[in-house]
């Protein structure tokens, strides 16, 4: 081979190996093993190639290189959350009305005049959640007045968690006869208070998107995650949420515009016959089944109606708890748990020991989820058996005079694994960044300290809960969840620096750039 020959294929293959991309003069926070912070990196085919100085990586692009110069932008990976009910949050929410953020009462009505005046005349204006009155000035919530004010010509309806909901006489007048279970509120009128299963049968009443409106709603609700720097999410399944439901993301993911990641969990929806609910559910549906864009995680949350939210079940309730955790257990399935009490969790990690006698699950990633006041000897029984953790920041809402941080430091101490997420939306804010502050300073929606902060991990801990250790519960933490070779270009770009900001401001953080796969899901200025 004479040498101009070969210069030319030398030249021909550094072309073909240059990087698609790269990032530059950045504050890149990888989150791997030694927390290591660069200044630039290198994507190729939706990896990233290569990670070191600006001069370094400048020198590896080619001529077709794209390059992003960051200004000193902090760059983090894509944040991951472990448990959020996104698929559902997902089917309405072109429809509804949002009030993540709002600071006051004025605030919330401009948002329900300014869709008043965006829909059609007459069409339903729905809050669904994710918001509490603690977060505005005034600390209350609504009227029914203020409602009609902003919005005289439409039925608007308001739910609050699961507790209690309010509507206009426009609306009352739509719903007909409320649902059994649900009682005037004196304090407001048009307002109702119930337990879950009322609030949930009187929302039902509510008109279901079309499925036109879930496809669109999908994709605005998972751009609206990428403007906060999530890549990524571990849907839990839940209540109301049937095979039916996971159309719209389904398509989204066929036609190849999935902008974020979504590892999700079915939940038995027919009481007293879960076990043949699960079994139809997935009889075409192995674990693992999809790709890394969507992809089936095992059951959950929750797994029987009689197990939900029961600190005392019955050893027949166990006993039917038990055969679908061992069928679980034998097609290799992750399972995940909705326990919020740890003085009864024994009755729930007794039965998974009582599993793993015979099928060992140590391996099939199982974890329970809203156990905030795990204690020590909960977590070593937990990492005993490998069972994860995912905690959510169920308290910035509002806080009882006993609330503490949940034992993180001890977690890490002791090795289970750990996710943080949100359990959005209906009774919580999606916003990843609240929730990070949450985690760091311990405070409310309103300001109020809980105690135990001893256990609140430092800003890098943080991160990485919401991050490598998300991904942990999809197996998928050697492919995503940190910044290093080999790995998914999954990144964001944030406003700020988030661990130099004060932490009081976290909150605030948004991304300028969100990347999953080395591909631009969401940018504003100056990208």
């Known amino acids: 081979m004479n040498r101009l020959l070969l210069a030319v294929l030398t030249a021909a293959a550094l072309r073909a190996q240059a990087p698609d991309a790269i990032l530059i003069n950045g504050k890149i926070l990888t989150v791997d093993a030694r927390n290591s912070v660069q200044q630039a990196l290198a994507i190729r085919e939706g990896k990233i190639s290569a990670l070191g100085t600006t001069a370094a990586i400048r020198a590896t692009a080619g001529t077709a290189t794209r390059i992003i110069d960051l200004g000193g932008r902090t760059v983090i990976p894509g944040l991951i959350d472990s448990h959020m009910h996104a698929i559902r949050a997902a089917l309405s929410f072109s429809t509804e009305v949002n009030w993540v953020g709002a600071r006051s009462i004025a605030q919330a009505m401009q948002r329900i005049a300014e869709a008043a005046r965006s829909k059609p005349a007459g069409s339903w204006l729905i809050v669904a959640g994710g ?25 608007v309806y308001v739910q609050l968690g699961y ?27 048009g307002a ?28 605005l609700f998972f751009r609206e995650l990428n403007r906060l720097g999530m890549t990524g999410v571990g849907d839990p399944g839940g209540n109301n949420l ?49 790709d890394d864009f969507l992809r089936f995680n095992g059951i959950g949350e929750r797994i029987t109606a009689a197990m ?55 391996g099939l990633r199982w974890s329970i989820a809203h156990l905030g006041d795990a204690s020590e000897p909960t977590m070593q029984r937990m990492k005993a058996l490998g069972v994860g953790w995912t905690v959510q920041n169920g308290s910035y809402f509002g806080a009882g005079p006993n609330t503490k941080m949940p034992a993180l430091n001890t977690a890490i101490k002791v090795g289970v694994h750990v996710g943080a997420g949100t359990d959005a939306h209906r009774v919580m804010s999606y916003n990843p960044f609240t929730a990070l502050q949450w985690l760091l300073d311990g405070k409310t929606v309103a300001g109020a300290p809980i105690g135990g902060m001893t256990e609140a991990p430092s800003r890098e801990d943080a991160l990485r809960l919401y991050t490598l250790g998300s991904a942990w519960f999809s197996k998928d933490e050697t492919k995503r969840g940190s910044l290093e070779v080999g790995k998914y270009a999954d990144l964001a770009v944030l406003t700020k620096d988030y661990m130099t900001v004060p932490v009081s401001e976290i909150g605030l953080l948004e991304s300028v750039l969100t990347m999953m796969g080395g591909k631009t899901v969401y940018s504003t200025a100056p990208f």
């Open 131 to 155: 918001w509490t009155a603690a977060q505005f000035t005034e600390r209350r919530a609504p009227t029914q007045a203020e409602l009609v004010a902003a919005a005289p010509n439409n039925p």
């Open 163 to 189: 507790s209690w909901a309010i509507l206009t006489p426009a609306g009352h007048a739509k719903i007909g006869a409320l649902p059994d279970g649900l009682t005037p509120d004196p304090k407001n009128p």
């Open 192 to 219: 109702v208070n119930g337990g879950q299963s009322a609030i949930v049968a009187l929302f039902d009443r509510l008109p279901k998107p079309t499925p036109e409106q879930q496809l669109e709603g999908t994709k």
């Open 242 to 290: 049937f095979p039916s439901d996971y159309q719209a993301v389904q398509t989204v993911w066929r036609e190849g515009s999935l902008s974020l990641r979504v590892a999700f969990s079915l939940g038995a929806q027919i009481n007293d016959d879960e076990f043949n609910d699960f079994q139809n559910q997935t009889r075409m549906l192995p674990m693992g089944f999809g």
């Open 308 to 362: 939900n939210n029961n600190d005392r079940p019955t050893a027949l309730q166990k006993e039917k708890y038990l055969q679908i955790a061992r069928w679980a257990a034998a097609r290799g399935m992750a399972m995940t748990m909705h326990w919020p009490n740890n003085n009864s969790v024994g009755e729930l990690l007794g039965i998974f020991e009582t599993v793993n006698k015979d099928i060992p699950i140590t």
